[in-house]
């Protein structure tokens, strides 16, 4: 059974500094890109930040680049948004998510991402 447990959220006042973590277990396959996403009140979800297990590469969306640093745990199988200088539109669900097969998934989008956590509250207050 394939589990991803998000956890870390919580109320932070603007400019303060959050670290959210995500295991992952019963993946079938060993090279795989997680992703993390949020979605706000009102608002589509968005994609903002993805590694791959193996090479390392990263994505970050626009909205976070600079302040949002995401790193990996290989012998936990966790991964790390750590976020900074957080702001009030930083307030959101956030989900951590993998794709479902090895090929055909893209993180920014979430196309073919099938397994997501259950989401975490991250609250900026100004």
């Known amino acids: 059974e394939v589990q991803l447990q998000a956890s870390g959220g919580g109320l932070v006042q603007a400019g303060g500094s959050l670290r959210l973590s995500c295991a992952v277990s019963?993946?079938?396959?060993?090279?795989?890109?997680i992703g993390w996403f949020r979605q706000a009140p009102g608002k589509e979800r968005e994609g903002i930040s993805c590694i791959s297990t193996s090479v390392g590469g990263t994505f970050y969306a626009d909205s976070v680049k600079g302040r949002f640093t995401i790193s990996k745990d290989i012998g936990k199988n966790t991964v790390y948004p750590q976020m900074n200088s957080l702001k009030p539109d930083d307030t959101a669900v956030y989900y951590c998510a993998a794709p479902g097969s090895k090929f055909g998934s893209n993180c920014p989008t979430g196309r073919g991402y099938t397994y997501w956590g259950q989401g975490t509250l991250v609250t900026v207050s100004s």
């Open positions: 019963g993946l079938p396959f060993d090279d795989y890109v």
